[in-house]
């Protein structure tokens, strides 16, 4: 799908060493260093294994869905308890779906390549108007009166949520070392929770700053058995504010987790 930089590599792979040892459901931090968390799966929910995950939001005990690949991308409303798609509208075929959010009552979908992104009524799917951007659109996520989009660089662009002018840009880093291949993203108590691609961490983002300060690592949450190719990555955030659940799944995956973050062990 897109081409890694060695760097980048490096980085992940360093990353998830140091987060490794951790036992699960606790977290630790020392002097200086980034709080870095592990997970306690609370609740699984079926997910369809043929949804190329790319962008993933809850409302009302539904889940809003974007998928991928060119020929195989689609807009999904889901049913969280049961994983039965109850509406769904499939892209035109030169379009690779990617991240999606929610807007009031609006859905925002971003395309990989194709610089448009697309803009439904929540209700019933329909066209309401499409945007351009330049580069390429990997996640997407808002506040209520912004989007803020990542490129698979490290930095995110926040956009107007009416609009869809860019406003800013800022970047992602931990410490000194900036964090590309950010993907889904997601919004959770005033923190962006990011994907990086190709790993089983997800960060947590200031939106004001751009400074990593936390680590989730997702390591063995799902088994390798059900990864049925090596694209069938983790990668989908989606939470509920009310109930203060969060959601995690992959491309292609059978189930979708809701998992809960143990603060134990941060200073």
């Not at 049961?82 to 979908?109: C, N, P, S, W």
């Not at 949520?161 to 889904?184: C, K, M, S, W, Y």
């Amino acid at each position: 799908m897109r081409m890694k930089a060695i760097r980048s590599r490096l980085v992940v792979l360093f990353l998830l060493t140091t987060c490794s040892p951790f036992l699960l459901g606790q977290t630790t931090a020392s002097a200086g260093a980034t709080p870095k968390y592990t997970f306690a799966i609370v609740r699984v929910f079926p997910h369809d294994t043929s949804a190329y995950t790319q962008g993933l939001a809850y409302r009302d005990d539904f889940l809003y869905e974007g998928t991928g690949r060119n020929g195989q991308s689609s807009l999904r409303k889901v049913r969280l308890e049961t994983g039965e798609v109850i509406q769904r509208l499939d892209l035109a075929l030169e379009y690779f779906g990617e991240g999606i959010t929610l807007v009031k009552d609006k859905i925002v979908q971003i395309t990989w390549k194709s610089g448009v992104g697309f803009v439904y009524d929540l209700n019933n799917f329909q066209l309401l108007r499409k945007f351009s951007y330049s580069g390429e659109g990997w996640g997407l996520t808002a506040n209520g009166h912004q989007l803020f989009m990542s490129d698979g660089t490290s930095e995110i662009r926040v956009l107007d949520a009416e609009t869809f002018r860019e406003i800013r840009r800022f970047n992602v880093h931990d410490g000194p070392t900036p964090i590309d291949q950010l993907n889904e993203l997601e919004f959770v108590e005033g923190q962006i929770f990011a994907n990086v691609w190709h790993s089983n961490l997800v960060a947590q983002i200031s939106p004001q700053t751009g400074k990593v300060v936390g680590w989730i690592d997702l390591s063995g949450i799902l088994s390798p058995v059900y990864r049925l190719e090596p694209e069938a990555v983790l990668n989908g955030i989606a939470y509920d504010p009310l109930h203060k659940r969060l959601f995690v799944t992959g491309k292609l995956w059978p189930s979708i987790f809701e998992i809960r973050l143990d603060p134990k062990g941060n200073k």
